[in-house]
């Protein structure tokens, strides 16, 4: 990713679920994954004002590349905990997302990381060179 950015932060409000708890009785390590992903998903309609579905009416889908998740201390069942995400590079193909997960009630980081996203061209599945205008509506 080229340029380093200092951009708007954004969070997403989430309560541990049955599901997500593993044998350890805390949250299973791929399910920090999907919180970021579901966070980012309400963050791009309700923050950014572009949902995921106004890049696939216009052929555009996002993937991760490139995961990077520091695992801090465990979320258990029941735990309130925010997601707190936002963009710190972006460049023609792809940009990368910061994120951290802390648990609402001890204020204490879960887990922090970033994830590389590609746009690509949902027709073909090969990578796609961000519109200016994209690029334009998250630099916020």
Known sequence: MDTPLQLSTFESEFRVR???IDMFQHVH???YFDYVLAARYDQMERCYGMAMEKFMERGFGWVVRTAHVDYKRALTMGDHFVVK????SIDDKGCRVKFTITNKATKKICC???FDYVMIDMATGRGAKIPQDVIDQYLI
Not at 85 to 88: A, S
């Open 112 to 114: 922090d990381g970033w």
């Open 85 to 88: 995400t936002g963009i710190e």
């Open 29 to 31: 390590n791929s399910k």
């Open 18 to 20: 049955p599901d997500d």
